[in-house]
T-cell receptor
Framework: LAKTTQPISMDSYEGQEVNITCSHN???????ITWYQQFPSQGPRFIIQ???TKVTNEVASLFIPADRKSSTLSLPRVSLSDTAVYYC?????????????FGAGTRLFVKA | NAGVTQTPKFRVLKTGQSMTLLCAQD?????MYWYRQDPGMGLRLIHY???????AKGEVPDGYNVSRLKKQNFLLGLESAAPSQTSVYFC?????????????FGPGTRLTVL
């Protein structure tokens, strides 16, 4: 069963690029990797998803190496409003049924 | 387009009481999920549904039951609440298989069991 590991917290300053890496041991071939953002007292919000190589959208990039055992969320030029908890998610469908594996989350604090 | 809504937002129960949490989505999504989130932890999947009339167990299903009688609604039931079920519960939906596509989460239900 895939397991995810993320740094507990990170600090940054406004305008900097932030990279958050998630390790997902034993990820299965049919797994996608998804990242969510969560503010206090709110539900998680989808940021980006990928299967391999690089994916970019209007808010972030996701880098996935060839072995897919990790992924890196890249947030360009963060602002104070990017202070939140970021989760990576891996899903797998196996003989035991469908499982989703959320990481424990990385608390990002952006300072002025 | 309200997305995913949850009812109620807050609830306090006594041990042994029962309740039902309601989740509704207006995006015509096939897949719906119930998660629980405990302090300092990520989300853990309780049950999920791949379509109307279907349900399946997730990682932590014990003590909970679910029903998906209508495509837009997914109900989570606690038959006999226990203090260990004190948590924040989130409902989510996706158009297809969970890990392929954008997931939408509700605002959460904060449940306290005394």
């Amino acid at each position: 069963l895939a397991k995810t590991t993320q740094p507990i917290s990170m600090d940054s300053y406004e305008g900097q690029e932030v990279n958050i890496t998630c390790s997902h041991n034993n990820i299965a071939t049919n797994d996608y990797i998804t990242w969510y953002q969560q503010f206090p007292s709110q539900g998680p919000r989808f940021i980006i998803q990928g299967y391999k190589t690089k994916v970019t959208n209007e808010v972030a990039s996701l880098f996935i190496p060839a072995d897919r055992k990790s992924s890196t969320l890249s947030l360009p030029r963060v602002s104070l409003s990017d202070t939140a908890v970021y989760y990576c998610l891996v899903g797998v469908l196996n003989t035991g049924g469908f499982k989703t594996i959320f990481g424990a989350g990385t608390r990002l604090f952006v300072k002025a | 387009n309200a997305g995913v809504t949850q009812t109620p937002k807050f609830r306090v129960l006594k041990t042994g009481q029962s309740m039902t949490l309601l989740c509704a989505q207006d995006m015509n999504h096939e897949y719906m999920y119930w998660y629980r989130q405990d302090p300092g932890m990520g989300l853990r999947l309780i049950h999920y549904s791949v379509g109307e009339g279907t349900t399946a167990k997730g990682e932590v299903p014990d003590g909970y039951n679910v029903s998906r009688l209508k495509k837009q609604n997914f109900l989570l039931g606690l038959e006999s609440a226990a203090p260990s079920q004190t948590s924040v519960y989130f409902c989510a939906s996706t158009p297809g298989f969970h890990t392929a596509g954008e997931g939408f989460f509700g605002p959460g239900t904060r449940l306290t069991v005394l």
